[in-house]
């Protein structure tokens, strides 16, 4: 990890919290405690920032200085909020396509999924808070730089982020191999959000409740799904044709 990376120490970190620095997580020794540290506890949920608690030996392996039992890791990104977002893109006259993942851990899943969200012209990439991965330096990287241009929602949960979509009047399509509907039978000419699991779980059953259509991409060897960040791409390049064909602006 690059030294600009991250904070250490309880007060240094308090610091930027409140100089209004873009920090992407905290951890924090198990058992710490005393009245700085809960003045940070008290800060870190003020601002909604998202940390985690971990042995010493975790903070250990990010540095060796005096940490006091606190590292925050610094965003690579400002993140935006999607409920600012999603009428600025109806204003801007956009027809608005966002990708929403739920639960991707693997970093090069999630780079490669953003650089082609970039190419394809999608207006934003929605992660949830927790058990997921976050916009660090690592994924920009692999995402060839397309993460410092694309916006990125972090939001409380993937299920709220659903639900706000859907009151704004996004057609929220779950892709998941479960799905009877071949994904390219599907309208992708209206406000549309994509959304896609993890390798591993898929759509969280919370999740797929609130989707409004359901679809798959055929398959057909003996392996039964798709590399994640490559259904991303055949669904994104659908709505794409989609609207080519119909004649609509893709940006």
């Known amino acids: 990890m690059e030294r600009n990376e991250f ?9 930027a919290i409140e100089a209004g620095k873009q920090i992407d997580k905290i951890f924090i020794k198990k058992d710490l405690s005393g009245e700085l540290a809960t003045e940070l506890l008290e800060l870190v949920r ?27 890791i610094l965003s690579a990104i400002t993140y935006h909020r999607l409920d600012h977002l999603v009428p600025a893109l109806y204003e801007d006259g956009v027809l608005p396509f966002i990708v929403v993942l739920d639960g ?3 970093v090069r899943n999630f780079g490669a999924i953003a650089r082609t969200c970039e190419c394809a012209g999608v207006d ?45 009047g996004y057609k ?55 590399n994640v960040s490559v259904a991303a791409g055949v669904l994104m390049y659908e709505v794409v044709r989609q609207r080519l064909q119909a004649n609509l602006e893709i940006i």
Do not use: W
Not at 182 to 209: F, R
């Open 124 to 168: 934003a990439i929605v992660i949830p808070e927790h058990g997921s991965v976050s916009v660090q330096a690592d994924a920009v990287k692999t995402s060839a730089g397309a993460l410092l241009h694309m916006p990125v929602c972090r939001e409380r949960n993937t299920v709220s982020a659903v639900r706000l979509l859907k009151d704004s």
């Open 172 to 226: 929220v399509v779950a892709v998941t191999e479960k799905a009877d509907i071949n994904y390219t039978l599907t309208d992708y000419t209206c406000p549309v959000a994509l959304v896609m699991g993890s390798e591993d779980t898929g759509i969280s059953d919370e999740v797929i409740k609130l989707c409004d259509t359901f679809v798959s991409i055929p398959m057909f060897g003996h392996i039964g799904s798709l």
């Open 7 to 15: 904070i250490f120490g309880i007060r240094a970190v308090m610091e």
């Open 104 to 106: 991707i851990t693997d």
């Open 46 to 72: 003020r601002h909604r920032i998202v940390t985690q608690r971990v042995p010493v030996q975790r903070i250990d392996k990010i540095t060796r200085k005096n940490h006091q039992g606190v590292v925050a």
